[in-house]
């Protein structure tokens, strides 16, 4: 593993414990420049895990709240008056940041919520017809409850598909909660963390993570995957092109990760469920017979054939 991959993981864990997986995941995503969606339940620690991520490295962080009365100028920003100059000035909002956290994003409109749409997948926004560009690194790690709690508004298609991953925290088991209390009582851990990556070295990783092999058997075994989804009895609506973009990108990543330069059949199947899950719409005989998604995506991959060529170092 990348030394320096390595100590963003080493701080992330002094603050969140037993969440080697999710850590792994969103570093993932921004290597590989998507966006991460964090769902569970209130109090697990998914706002912690995007501020220890944002304190690892030396770059600008930008928090937005989001609540039922937010508006879309909140988030994107808005040109105001200034009678001295007797011009409008803009004013950006918290999306112009380099790490940018929507916390409870399901607790807005979808009207407020659409205006992360364009700033997500083309790095820009657009006021008063003109586009502005956002300066990268530019990454997004939102969370939300599940749609069952109170107060909650679901997230449009559209949204979703905008997101590279969706992970879920989960509960710590009993030991790693006793740690937890052990780190409490001397402290909050998050004022601990230094940054251990400027924002020049996360830029040339991700220039990095580009130049990862993807064989194109490998790229079949992708396409492959998705067309499954799209014709599959339990599923209204499959996974989109973006989607298969986002699945290879975050191949590629993953496998820089692990210190590889290509990717192989084993990380597409890794990442499929993270990748893929969120996208799918499903009919309503899916929830009838209690199907869910990530079991719909696991009998796609056991009935898929993989691409048997060796693979070795290109």
Request: aromatic share 6%; glycine share 4%.
């Given at each position: 593993?990348?030394?320096?991959i ?5 701080n ?17 995503a ?8 964090l ?22 962080f ?20 200034n009678p001295?100059?007797?011009?409008f ?5 918290p ?21 992360l749409?364009?700033?997500m997948?083309?790095?820009?926004v657009?006021?008063?017809g ?20 109170e107060?909650t ?9 905008r ?6 925290m ?42 990862v ?12 995957l ?7 009895n ?10 298969t ?14 210190g ?11 990442l ?11 009919k ?31």
């Open positions: 593993m990348n030394s320096q390595k100590n963003v993981l080493e992330i864990e002094k603050v969140i414990i037993g969440k080697r997986e999710v850590a792994e995941l969103s570093i993932v921004l290597l590989a420049r998507g966006h991460v969606l769902e569970d339940v209130p109090g697990v620690g998914k706002t912690m895990m995007v501020r220890s991520l944002a304190k690892s490295f030396d770059a600008q930008k928090r937005i709240q989001f609540t039922p009365d937010l508006l879309p100028s909140d988030v994107v920003g808005i040109s105001i008056y001295k100059t007797m011009e000035e803009f004013r950006p909002g999306i112009m940041g380099d790490v940018v956290l929507a916390d409870e994003i399901n607790r807005t409109s979808p009207k407020t919520q659409s205006a749409l364009e700033a997948e083309e790095t820009s657009t006021i008063d003109n586009t502005l560009a956002i300066n990268q690194p530019f990454f997004v790690m939102a969370t939300q409850n599940p749609i069952e709690h107060g508004y679901p997230l449009p298609e559209a949204q979703l598909d997101f590279l991953l969706k992970i879920k989960g509960y710590p088991s009993r030991g790693e909660e006793v740690e937890i209390l052990r780190r409490a009582e001397n402290g909050k851990p998050i004022e601990q963390i230094k940054s251990v990556l400027s924002v020049a070295q996360l830029i040339e990783l991700q220039e990095l993570v580009q130049g092999y993807v064989e194109d058997s490998v790229k079949s075994y992708m396409v492959e998705a067309s499954q989804t799209r014709e599959h339990y599923v209204h609506l499959g996974v989109s092109p973006r989607a973009i986002a699945l290879m990108k975050a191949s590629q990543a993953y496998a820089f990760m692990k590889r330069s290509y990717v192989t059949p084993d990380d597409v199947q890794y499929v469920p993270f990748v893929f899950s969120h996208r799918l719409v499903l309503p005989d899916a929830r009838y017979d209690h199907v869910t998604a990530d079991e719909i995506l696991e009998r796609i991959i056991a009935q898929t054939p993989v691409p048997t060529k060796r693979f070795a170092e290109q």
